[in-house]
């Protein structure tokens, strides 16, 4: 994986691009109502959602928040017990052959057979769509050249992961699901797979997955979905979600000849004062309101500013609300 050329990409790969997906004035992905029940146990209920041509979104949750149900759902795998799924415009309940034509799949592992080499797969998987990318360039672009006439069973964990992606992408996809697609993949890799992915959204591509990695969801999505309890409880782009968070802004103050600890606790809107070596850190739920009332705290004379930092909640903090509140 360290060698030159060894990882998701070879030399000049990412240079050449793939053909692009046609754009649609419309959402390449439209579910309404998603309803998906086991034995009377409901795993998904009334899911909404919508993806755009040339977004990634993300589905986040706990584990049996509902999350690979619904994209099993989305891909054909499993029957919904209700609601309506469209892919590019197609419906995806009655129109199954012809949605395959437009989708990549990648779910968490893949089976195949032990003898089975790379180039014979993506061969063999390509037959089935009427465009399909060429072998070699798919082996290539995942960094599979080396071992594209070695057996499945001879492929390290990170290759099979590599080979599953290749899979997806062999039909020139407009959408493509990815189910935990980072799983077992080392950090230069998985860094080089969300180059991938982001070039696939550049050329129009949907792009929808699941991910355990908040902070990869972070860096990486356009617009996520938090599911818990098989529904879903905020959308949006993860920024906006942390910047919409009824979660208090945790300040850090850091100055010489600061005013008493009293004195800075009781300004508006801070919470938690945590006292520290020339200053402190605090919570406030109107960062304007306390930030106006310190600024002339830090202006008077013998006060000099060492380090003043605002931070907003992160996803991480926002999921763990959310999700904590559902079950509250």
């Given at each position: 994986m360290r060698r030159p050329g060894n990882g998701l990409f070879r030399p000049g790969a990412a240079r050449t691009a793939w053909p692009r997906v046609s754009h649609s004035p419309h959402p390449h992905v439209v579910v309404r109502g998603?309803?998906?029940a086991y034995g009377g146990q409901t795993a998904v209920r009334t899911v909404d959602l919508e993806v755009a041509a040339g977004e990634i979104f993300g589905l986040?949750?706990?584990n049996?928040?509902?999350?690979?149900t619904t994209l099993e759902c989305l891909v054909g795998l499993r029957e919904p017990d209700a609601g309506e799924i469209r892919i590019c415009g197609l419906d995806a309940r009655r129109q199954t052959g012809a949605i395959r034509q437009h989708l990549g799949v990648a779910l968490q592992s893949t089976a195949l057979p032990e003898r089975m080499t790379p180039r014979e797969a993506l061969g063999l998987?390509?037959?089935f769509y009427a465009h399909q990318r060429p072998a070699a360039e798919l082996l290539a672009r995942f960094g599979l050249t080396e071992q594209g006439d070695q057996a499945f069973d001879r492929l390290s964990g990170g290759q099979r992961q590599r080979l599953a992606l290749a899979l997806a992408f062999v039909n020139q996809p407009a959408v493509v699901f990815l189910d935990e697609p980072t799983t077992g993949l080392d950090?230069?890799?998985r860094r080089d797979l969300h180059a991938l992915i982001r070039g696939l959204r550049d050329e129009g591509c949907a792009v929808v997955l699941t991910t355990h990695l908040l902070d990869e969801a972070e860096t990486l999505c356009d617009r996520v979905a938090i599911i818990d309890r098989g529904r879903v409880v905020a959308t949006g782009?993860?920024?906006d979600l942390a910047a919409d968070s009824r979660r208090r802004q945790s300040v850090t103050l850091r100055a010489r000849g600061l005013p008493a600890p009293e004195r800075l606790a009781a300004l508006p809107g801070v919470s938690g004062w945590v006292a520290a070596p020339e200053g402190g850190t605090f919570e406030t739920e109107d960062p304007a309101a306390t930030l106006a009332a310190l600024a002339p705290l830090l202006a008077a004379p013998g006060v000099e500013l060492l380090d003043l930092q605002v931070r907003r909640?992160?996803?991480e903090e926002v999921f763990l609300q959310l999700t904590r509140?559902?079950?509250g």
């Open positions: 998603l309803s998906k986040l949750g706990p049996g928040a509902g999350k690979t998987f390509g037959r950090p230069q890799a782009a993860p920024r909640a992160t996803l509140e559902d079950h």
